[in-house]
């Protein structure tokens, strides 16, 4: 029986109509929201073939960038729905095509438009590592124009963490925009390759061709390793003084973001670009006038804010910021529009959490478990992905998949647990065999579900249980004991 959806068929708050692309495990389908009349982009996410442990652990991280991700010029994530066979995956529609297709349109572009978008595609860089993500797979093909001028980098599957000073190993991607050092098999920096993509990405758009390209796999990399590239007449000496410092096969002299931004090329472009929202960092701004128009869908002003401040990504979510998509499409200002150049994010004072807080937080269930390698590891060992030698094609990258509410895969329920200390092999609640060694991450697969009660019983049953009236004597005894040293003048017995 085929999973496949029929055309203007509906799912929760969705009627599906046309597709729009292909992924690796399943269909991206254009679709329309029913409350807001706004249309939306669903990935349809089929279970059965999440088969290996690698393509759990890709799903899982990439649902966790795509949930912490919130900028003007990156896809936004909205909502999840999931059933027993697949996960829906709710995201931004941006309908102006791939940079790929404007590029080959128009032959090549021109310098006053090529800064506009680089200078877009280097502020999304810049904040990707601001949250120490690295994309691994910036090209034209994964940047979408949304309206004149603007662009969104999507497709994070390649995409990973890291922390400072970390420096990746694994060479994945497409080969044409690879740096060297991947390339070579050296343990590279993960803002340095992503600048070294945006570099090829800004010839391609000057020069309307790549700048390496060969059909044979061997002489590509010849070329790319050693940086052999040639300049057309018709690119002008400044854009070409900056790509030829952004494409430098050495890392360590490489332009940095602050170098490119203060080159003479980029004097043409002094238009203020948004910095975006760091969650749990800046406070998530919220439009009062779209909170009250959510009444009329039987929502609660309250709850509707709750779930904004605590950037939930359910169906409340999703009206309120397509209510609000569609109040500034319309003409109209809002405080809560990040992609306005008047836009300052603000950051979250330090305080408690309430006990309101706590119990809209805790509605939200957790992803699956992914446990980090040793901080003391100086190199992760990422998710193992195919690099095989394809050109403009990428490697394993069509699988925008995000989940919202921990989705059960392939039947087998991951669920997040602590580290702890105590020795599991004297307990029967998990099998060492079970616990599976992957490269970066390691997740914990329980054989039988666990009493949280025994669990709790095993602990508290190795110290002695006191009530509050022991310690309260207890508290009295050494009062008078300390009275009685003071009046006879014995010393002070020794605790």
């Not at 939306?40 to 991700?69: F, G, M, W, Y």
């Not at 057309?232 to 952004?246: Q, R, T």
């Not at 949280?452 to 009062?479: L, V």
């Amino acid at each position: 029986m085929s999973n496949e959806l029929p055309k203007n068929q509906s799912i929760g708050q969705y009627i599906f109509s046309k597709t729009l692309g292909q992924g690796t495990f399943g269909k991206v389908k254009l679709a329309t929201h029913i409350l807001t009349g706004e249309k939306v982009a669903i990935k349809i996410l089929e279970k059965q073939k999440i088969c290996d442990q690698s393509d759990i652990e890709r799903v899982t991280k990439e649902i966790q960038i795509l949930k912490k991700v919130r900028h003007p010029n990156l896809v936004q994530l909205y909502e999840i729905i999931e059933t027993p066979k697949q996960l829906f995956l709710v995201m931004e529609y941006v309908n102006g095509g791939e940079l790929f297709d404007y590029i080959v349109q128009n032959q090549r572009i021109k310098d006053v438009e090529a800064i506009r978008f680089y200078s877009q595609l280097i502020s999304g860089i810049e904040y990707l590592h601001k949250l120490q993500i690295v994309h691994r797979d910036l090209k034209p093909e994964n940047l979408i124009l949304e309206g004149r001028g603007k662009i969104k980098i999507i497709d994070f599957g390649l995409s990973n963490f890291y922390s400072t000073d970390e420096l990746l190993k694994t060479a994945c991607g497409s080969p044409c925009y690879a740096a060297p050092e991947m390339i070579a098999g050296k343990k590279y920096s993960g803002l340095q390759v992503d600048i070294w993509s945006s570099g090829v990405i800004l010839f391609a758009m000057l020069a309307g061709y790549l700048p390496f390209e060969d059909p044979n796999t061997s002489q590509l990399y010849k070329k790319i390793i050693s940086g052999d590239f040639k300049f057309p007449k018709y690119i002008s000496g400044e854009a070409k003084d900056l790509i030829k410092n952004i494409l430098n096969v050495d890392p360590q002299k490489r332009y940095t973001i602050a170098e490119i931004r203060k080159h003479c090329w980029f004097s043409f472009y002094n238009q203020k670009i948004p910095t975006g929202l760091i969650v749990a960092q800046h406070r998530i701004p919220i439009d009062p006038e779209i909170v009250k128009q959510m009444i009329q869908y039987g929502i609660q002003n309250d709850y509707a804010e709750k779930c904004v401040e605590t950037n939930r990504h359910n169906h409340v979510t999703t009206t309120y910021y397509l209510l609000l998509k569609k109040h500034i499409q319309a003409g109209n200002k809002s405080i809560a529009d990040i992609n306005s150049e008047q836009f300052e994010p603000q950051r979250i004072s330090i305080r408690q959490s309430t006990h309101t807080d706590r119990k809209y937080i805790n509605q939200i269930n957790p992803l699956p478990l992914i446990q980090r390698k040793s901080r003391h590891t100086q190199q992760r060992d990422d998710s193992p992905v195919d690099t095989k030698p394809r050109l403009n094609i990428s490697v394993n990258t069509h699988n925008t998949i995000q989940q919202q509410q921990s989705p059960t895969i392939m039947n087998q329920s991951v669920d997040v647990k602590r580290k702890d200390m105590r020795d599991f092999q004297k307990t029967t609640l998990l099998e060492t065999s079970l616990l599976q060694q992957s490269n970066d991450v390691k997740i914990l697969k329980l054989k039988t579900p666990v009493s949280r009660n025994y669990i709790m019983g095993d602990y508290y049953s190795r110290f002695e249980r006191k009530s509050r009236n022991q310690d309260r004597k207890k508290s009295m005894d050494q009062d008078q004991t300390c009275f009685r040293t003071f009046y006879k003048g014995s010393p002070i017995p020794k605790r």
